[in-house]
């Protein structure tokens, strides 16, 4: 009964080819978010849809882009990835801005 | 920018010890205050405090918040082995495009030995 779904959980990429994310909600929440947490390092928000209005943060790079089709999915492109680019990927939905999170199993992303 | 800061970095007890976690903040327009349990996996929700002085409790967890400090203690009493994780605090922003993002701390990496 698994309400944010990622797929997949494990991804292997190679260096500079383009790969995709999907995350998917059984929530019929509003807001998507993705964020990039690191080996060590605290999540951090790459950007977040509200219904359909996209927000980027401003320090994301131009590399990363995301498609919200429907209010149930959500994709996050990597267009070129770099080795820095390695990290768990991790999907997350609320009803409303600042109300609860929740958080998928998230997607780890290696790069060769 | 929003900022948090989570101490100790890393703890480790035996079984049976009680813990306590620290997570002091700096946010422009403040909401609320999110603890998150992670495992080899994503985080998963403990609690969500908005109002300062009332303790949520859930278990051997609790956590308290206070607005006027700026910060939030997050325990754990008679520490089993499967409360070995990363703890995270995250706080959300009431104002502006920023509403509702949670900007996380460094997280404190839990250790308990049998």
């Known amino acids: 009964d698994a309400m944010v779904i990622q797929n997949p959980r494990y991804q292997v990429t190679q260096f500079g080819k383009p790969v995709t994310l999907s995350c998917s909600q059984t929530?019929?929440?509003?807001?998507m978010y993705w964020y990039q947490q690191k080996s060590s390092q605290a999540p951090k928000l790459l950007f977040h849809y509200y219904d359909k209005d996209f927000n980027n943060e401003a320090d994301t790079p131009d590399n990363f882009q995301s498609r919200r089709p429907n209010t149930s999915f959500c994709f996050l492109d990597i267009r070129s990835p770099g080795l820095g680019d390695a990290a768990m990927y991790l999907c997350?939905?609320?009803?409303?801005?600042?109300?609860?999170?929740?958080f998928g199993a998230g997607t780890r992303l290696s790069v060769l | 920018e929003d900022k948090v800061v989570q101490s100790p970095l890393s703890l480790v007890v035996h079984e049976g010890d009680t813990v306590t976690l620290n997570c002091s903040y700096e946010?422009?327009?403040?909401?609320?205050l999110l603890w998150y349990k992670q495992e080899k996996k994503a985080p998963t929700f403990l609690f969500m405090l908005t109002s300062s002085g009332i303790e949520k409790k859930s278990g051997r967890l609790s956590s308290i918040l206070d607005k006027k400090e700026l910060f939030s203690i997050l325990n754990i009493t008679a520490t089993q082995t499967g409360d070995s994780a990363i703890y995270l605090c995250?706080?959300?922003?009431?104002?502006?495009?920023?509403?509702?993002?949670?900007?996380f701390g460094q997280g404190t990496i839990l250790t308990v030995h049998p």
């Open positions: 997350a939905t609320s009803w409303d801005r600042g109300s609860q999170v929740y």
């Open positions: 929530l019929n929440h509003n807001v």
């Open positions: 946010v422009t327009n403040f909401r609320s």
């Open positions: 995250a706080v959300t922003n009431a104002g502006g495009t920023s509403y509702g993002k949670l900007t």
